[in-house]
């Protein structure tokens, strides 16, 4: 996997600034490896409202949620806005996927995305993704 295009999801990310996360090293792990593969990480835009609420909200880290508005209006990301083709797609899986209360339409979101990007893979730790055929990012 050369110059991979990688999608990435809410939970990486705040695996990545939360240190307290149990997938915290993990994470770190991953975003060196796909570094060192010069790999794209493309985030849906949707994934920063539902990072930062959890971090802020959930994880009581109003700081860590900071940090990533800020990285984000800097431009620190690739991102990739919501077209209708993606939210059509999105609806589509989670309405015929996602059977779990875990699984939402973030999560439908990622994949729709990943599909549109034509993605290597979804740096994430929810095992949902490969259950519906998605490749997970690991080292």
């Known amino acids: 996997m050369d110059n991979p295009i990688v999608v990435g999801d809410a939970d990486a990310l705040i695996a ?23 790999a794209t990480v493309i985030f849906p835009v949707t ?6 609420t959890s971090l802020k909200r959930a994880a009581k880290q109003p700081e860590k949620a900071h940090l ?5 209006l800097a431009g620190a990301f690739h991102v990739e806005y ?23 339409l973030f999560d439908a979101i990622v994949a ?18 490969p259950k519906l055929g998605y490749n997970l990012v690991d080292e």
């Open 16 to 38: 990545l600034a939360l240190e307290k996360d149990p997938n915290h090293i993990k994470a770190q792990q991953i975003a060196k490896y796909l570094r060192r593969k010069l």
């Open 47 to 52: 994934v920063f409202p539902e990072a930062i």
């Open 68 to 72: 990533i508005n800020r990285q984000y």
């Open 82 to 104: 919501i077209s209708e083709e993606i939210m059509r797609r999105a609806a589509e899986i989670f309405d015929q996927k996602a059977n779990s209360k875990q699984n939402t």
């Open 112 to 129: 729709a995305t990943s599909e549109k990007l034509d993605a290597d893979g979804i740096f994430s730790f929810d095992n949902w993704y």
